[in-house]
């Protein structure tokens, strides 16, 4: 590799030796081989036990995976210790799952035993593991979470401190396969949602709750304003033009629902707040299509508070509604099914989770939300409905 | 190498290849530079009263990480790293003073690239630059993943040392949409590290910006027997097909496509990509009565051994005939059968029962369109548009089609306008004559 401030790179010459648009590194490369012999022939698989996957094919071979849970934000230093691990017992291989698990292929189930061992029993000084095994089979696997106050610059709330906070409380759920189906959880630090909060089978959102501030002086320097009108979905935004004669916009209030979108679109309209920003709670999301089609996640909660740095009022209410599905939900059956089943509205009542008017849709098809039916079931909430209007 | 003629540059079974020691920066001594007793007393340049916190647990703790980084950085000197040694430790105080604060210290925005390129690498500044200069850029590099993040030791070595000599030695494995990605270095470096990237490792950058994103894929026939057709080879043709919409952004907005084996999902095409191609079969599901015998006599466990929970002997009238959302499905006590034709192959048979159901053998892919988040119409799961193809290499068929969209949307799709949004502005009726659909 290059060494010095430029490298191989002559800023003189800036287009000499550039190599460009190579694309990625052609994938059979870094296979292990017993998979590169076995590529399509594949018969069938099993879950030994929480962590470990054995793949079988019409070769007669057999692969064994250990999978590892990674905090996804990494070190070299952790990436260098998973190479030695990947040295040591599969011949330099290694993966990453789409849910940012690590795999550990090889193919010999003592050495994947051995490995097993040896990952949860690997900790960091201060005493959580580095590695440690399961994720597989009806439990919960890594939160597919966002960047945060690490590196992110919309967020409204942090992602690798709720996320940490949140496995914790779940850490049995990774290590066993207890539940009645698969139960994901991802987390996105605002409603931009980039990766999967929107079919979660839990998921955790940044929300803001305060309009932007305007900085007037500054907009029409550093933000195209029509961009910054057509940002809105609820048309909060106008043009505006200040005594000063300095272009610029005004946002009404009313209509805003601190979506940030305009934020996204110009610096000048922050709206990030300690107090307003917090997470709201969404479920019964799922993306496969297994006996159910896919589901968006829906919001249970509307806000609760970045209590840092452990977020107690977060993690309390995941742990809750996973505690009642566990408990409830049928064989098969994912969160949103079983929500589905039982009713909405026994789904409040069951995990104690008071439902407000927050959690009804008012956004454009919103009415194709609504029950339209007499086919409801009586809980407290239809009680007090009742009473509230003197019919009881 | 990506580039033809070099996809066996890092291949170990191959003569001649590329090792880690061919491209090192670092040598042993200086990666092993400290001892687990310094690691235990190490105290940062800030103190992180809050973060500490998230060292307790038995969750993988990011912050025990960064801290590990922050003290090998410290330990190989500003002498032997190209931007601030002490980069983790002001990231560590940045976020502690987030914590402290409840808002990001991350400015608006940041526009930074390399020559040639329009995206790849996005831009970031701290708001707090006198307080925490070594940290002032932030730039985030998106590499673009091998498929299915395979990878040998050699080259991930390689990867760590680019990202601890020239940037922070932090990254994220992996970004959301699929690229490594390198965490945090400063502008006079993105230059070096794109040649090294490519002259080195042999690998390019990734996707931001209104363009085609990095394409991603389930691991497929690597390691699952339910996968329809190659999504590994699939998404690597594709993305070298589509480069220059890759590199340079010539879209009205983001495009991503995704790259399913099967309706099970395992890469989330269907709800995070704007042309989800998810595999499928037209035949029979093909049965093995034995297995399915074995299954009823308790001698497999159910779905591949997944349920630990104490659910009684398998009954597999309850658990799969009943279950079946087709109903297509009888088991008369000795022999399963399925009604092919009624059956929407939504996998949750041959989930239960991997060792006794396969997918069929006539297989090829669905083509779905329009998924995406929230913003700005509400989120959108991709519509089911184009029913079965085959997906033989090269694909020319499936290449066709996707030059027949980006044509129309890239003239049709307003600024900052998904395809989903498009669609549902113009009407599925009218992308469907697009498209040549009856």
């Known amino acids: 590799m290059s060494k010095g401030k430029l490298g191989y790179f002559d800023p003189k010459k800036p287009q000499e030796n550039r190599i460009t648009d190579i694309g990625p590194n052609r994938f059979e490369q870094m296979m292990p081989p017993v998979l590169r012999k076995n590529y399509g022939k594949w018969l069938s698989h099993r879950i030994l036990e929480p962590g470990l996957l054995m793949h079988v094919s019409e070769t007669g071979d057999k692969v064994y995976t250990v999978r590892a849970a990674a905090p996804r934000t990494l070190s070299v230093e952790y990436i260098r210790e998973v190479c030695s691990i990947a040295d040591k017992f599969c011949n330099g291989y290694v993966r990453w799952t789409t849910r940012n698990n690590i795999e550990f292929i090889m193919d010999n189930e003592k050495a994947a035993r051995d490995l097993k061992k040896e990952l949860d029993s690997t900790k960091y000084?201060?005493?959580?593991?580095?590695?440690?095994?399961?994720?597989?089979?009806?439990?919960?696997?890594?939160?597919?979470?966002?960047?945060?106050?690490?590196?992110?610059?919309?967020?409204?709330?942090?992602?690798?401190?709720?996320?940490?906070?949140?496995?914790?409380?779940?850490?049995?759920?990774?290590?066993?396969m207890k539940l009645p189906a698969k139960l994901r959880i991802a987390l996105a630090c605002c409603l931009n949602m980039c990766g999967a909060v929107h079919c979660s089978d839990i998921a955790l959102l940044g929300y803001h709750r305060k309009p932007p501030t305007i900085d007037h002086e500054v907009l029409g320097k550093v933000c195209e304003i029509p961009l910054v009108i057509a940002a809105c979905p609820l048309y909060a935004i106008k043009p505006y033009t200040t005594p000063e004669g300095t272009k610029s916009v005004t946002v009404n209030q009313e209509k805003c629902m601190y979506c940030g979108n305009c934020y996204t679109m110009c610096m000048a309209l922050p709206l990030a707040d300690a107090e307003g920003d917090g997470i709201a709670i969404l479920v019964g999301g799922k993306i496969s299509n297994r006996i159910t089609t896919p589901k968006f996640s829906k919001v249970i909660i509307p806000w609760l508070p970045n209590n840092r740095p452990r977020w107690p009022e977060v993690t309390n209410v995941v742990k809750k509604i996973v505690e009642v599905y566990a408990k409830d939900a049928n064989k098969y059956e994912r969160l949103g099914d079983w929500a589905g089943r039982i009713g909405w509205e026994k789904f409040f009542e069951k995990t104690?989770?008071?439902?407000?008017?927050?959690?009804?849709?008012?956004?454009?098809?919103?009415?194709?939300?609504?029950?339209t039916t007499t086919q409801f079931k009586f809980t407290e909430h239809a009680w007090a409905v009742s009473k509230a209007v003197g019919g009881i | 190498m990506g580039a033809e003629g070099q996809e066996h540059l890092w291949d170990k079974e191959v003569k001649g290849h590329r090792t880690y020691n061919d491209i090192r920066i670092f040598t042993d001594e200086q990666l092993k530079n400290y001892t687990e007793e310094e690691l235990k007393n190490f105290k940062g340049k800030h103190a992180t009263?809050?973060?500490?916190?998230?060292?307790?647990?038995?969750?993988?703790?990011?912050?025990?990480?960064?801290?590990?980084?922050?003290?090998?950085?410290?330990?190989?000197?500003?002498?032997?790293?190209?931007?601030?040694?002490?980069?983790?430790?002001?990231?560590?105080?940045?976020?502690?003073?987030?914590?402290?604060?409840?808002?990001?210290?991350?400015?608006?925005?940041?526009?930074?690239?390399?020559?040639?390129?329009?995206?790849?690498?996005?831009?970031?500044?701290?708001?707090?630059?006198?307080?925490?200069?070594?940290?002032?850029?932030?730039?985030?590099?998106?590499?673009?993943?091998?498929?299915?993040?395979?990878?040998?030791?050699?080259?991930?070595?390689?990867?760590?040392?680019?990202?601890?000599?020239?940037?922070?030695?932090?990254?994220?494995?992996?970004?959301?949409?699929?690229?490594?990605?390198?965490?945090?270095?400063?502008?006079?470096?993105?230059?070096?590290?794109?040649?090294?990237?490519?002259?080195?490792?042999?690998?390019?950058?990734?996707?931001?910006?209104?363009?085609?994103?990095?394409?991603?894929?389930?691991?497929?026939?690597?390691?699952?027997?339910?996968?329809?057709?190659?999504?590994?080879?699939?998404?690597?043709?594709?993305?070298?097909?589509?480069?220059?919409?890759?590199?340079?952004?010539?879209?009205?907005?983001?495009?991503?496509?995704?790259?399913?084996?099967?309706?099970?999902?395992?890469?989330?095409?269907?709800?995070r990509s704007d042309m989800a191609y998810i595999g499928t079969w037209k035949d029979d599901i093909r049965i093995n009565q034995d297995a399915v015998?074995?299954?009823?006599?308790?001698?497999?466990?159910?779905?591949?051994?997944?349920?630990?929970?104490?659910?009684?002997?398998?009954?597999?009238?309850?658990?799969?005939?009943?279950?079946?959302?087709?109903?297509?499905?009888?088991?008369d006590g000795k022999k399963l059968s399925i009604n092919n034709p009624e059956c929407n192959?939504?996998?949750?048979?041959?989930?239960?029962?991997?060792?006794?159901?396969?997918?069929?053998?006539?297989?090829?892919?669905?083509?779905?369109?329009?998924?995406?988040?929230?913003?700005?119409?509400?989120?959108?799961?991709?519509?089911?548009?184009?029913?079965?193809?085959?997906?033989?290499?090269?694909?020319?068929?499936?290449?066709?089609?996707?030059?027949?969209?980006?044509?129309?949307?890239?003239?049709?799709?307003?600024?900052?306008?998904?395809?989903?949004?498009?669609?549902?502005?113009?009407?599925?009726?009218?992308?469907?004559?697009?498209?040549?659909?009856?």
């Open chain 1, 125 to 176: 000084p201060a005493g959580s593991y580095k590695f440690p095994t399961g994720g597989t089979g009806f439990g919960i696997t890594s939160i597919v979470h966002t960047q945060g106050w690490i590196h992110c610059h919309t967020p409204a709330t942090d992602a690798s401190g709720p996320v940490k906070a949140t496995a914790d409380v779940l850490f049995d759920y990774f290590k066993s």
């Open chain 1, 352 to 371: 104690g989770i008071p439902f407000t008017e927050k959690s009804m849709d008012d956004y454009r098809l919103a009415v194709d939300t609504f029950r």
């Open chain 2, 49 to 271: 009263p809050m973060l500490d916190e998230l060292e307790k647990g038995p969750w993988p703790s990011f912050v025990s990480d960064i801290k590990r980084e922050a003290l090998h950085r410290n330990k190989l000197g500003q002498d032997n790293l190209q931007i601030p040694a002490e980069i983790c430790d002001d990231l560590l105080g940045i976020v502690e003073l987030s914590y402290r604060d409840g808002e990001t210290h991350w400015k608006h925005g940041g526009i930074v690239g390399v020559l040639g390129y329009g995206g790849g690498v996005v831009g970031r500044y701290n708001d707090q630059q006198a307080q925490f200069p070594n940290i002032a850029h932030f730039h985030t590099y998106r590499v673009n993943q091998p498929g299915a993040k395979f990878y040998t030791t050699d080259w991930l070595r390689g990867f760590c040392d680019i990202c601890e000599y020239r940037g922070s030695g932090m990254t994220n494995l992996h970004g959301s949409t699929g690229d490594l990605v390198m965490l945090g270095t400063f502008t006079d470096q993105l230059e070096p590290i794109f040649f090294d990237l490519t002259h080195d490792l042999g690998v390019d950058i990734g996707g931001s910006g209104g363009n085609l994103r990095t394409p991603s894929d389930c691991i497929g026939k690597a390691r699952c027997e339910f996968a329809c057709y190659d999504t590994m080879d699939m998404c690597y043709e594709m993305t070298m097909t589509f480069q220059d919409e890759l590199h340079r952004p010539a879209f009205p907005y983001k495009f991503k496509f995704k790259f399913d084996g099967c309706p099970n999902c395992c890469v989330g095409s269907i709800a």
């Open chain 2, 293 to 331: 015998k074995a299954y009823v006599g308790g001698e497999i466990p159910r779905n591949g051994g997944a349920v630990q929970a104490n659910w009684g002997p398998f009954n597999i009238q309850e658990e799969i005939i009943d279950k079946c959302p087709t109903e297509c499905m009888n088991w």
């Open chain 2, 345 to 438: 192959r939504c996998m949750h048979c041959i989930d239960a029962m991997p060792e006794a159901l396969r997918v069929g053998a006539d297989q090829g892919l669905s083509i779905l369109f329009g998924a995406k988040a929230p913003i700005l119409e509400g989120a959108q799961l991709a519509v089911m548009t184009i029913p079965f193809m085959y997906a033989k290499k090269p694909y020319d068929s499936i290449k066709n089609l996707v030059r027949k969209v980006f044509d129309w949307w890239i003239e049709e799709g307003k600024n900052r306008e998904r395809i989903g949004e498009t669609i549902q502005r113009v009407t599925l009726k009218t992308f469907c004559e697009v498209l040549g659909i009856p």
